[in-house]
């Protein structure tokens, strides 16, 4: 599932994120989602959000595991 639709994230779901020093690469980083920032729906370049490792924040680019909480 790719990283564009709000409605499909949820804290604490592992996910693969690209951070902005990371956009020209394409590095992913990957952690559980600790906080939605994007306030839209949707987003062309992926949903931005917070990781609890290192409170790193960058754009979803896939959903790897749905939050069991």
């Given at each position: ?15 693969d ?21 994007t ?11 917070m ?19």
């Amino acid at each position: 599932m790719n990283g564009q639709r709000r409605a499909d994230i949820r804290i604490g779901a592992l996910v693969d994120i690209v951070l902005k020093r990371d956009q020209r690469t394409g590095r992913l980083t990957r952690g559980h989602v600790k906080r939605i920032l994007t306030g839209s729906a949707t987003h062309p370049h992926g949903i931005k959000v917070m990781l609890r490792e290192g409170d790193q924040v960058g754009r979803v680019q896939a959903i790897l595991e749905e939050s069991d909480e």
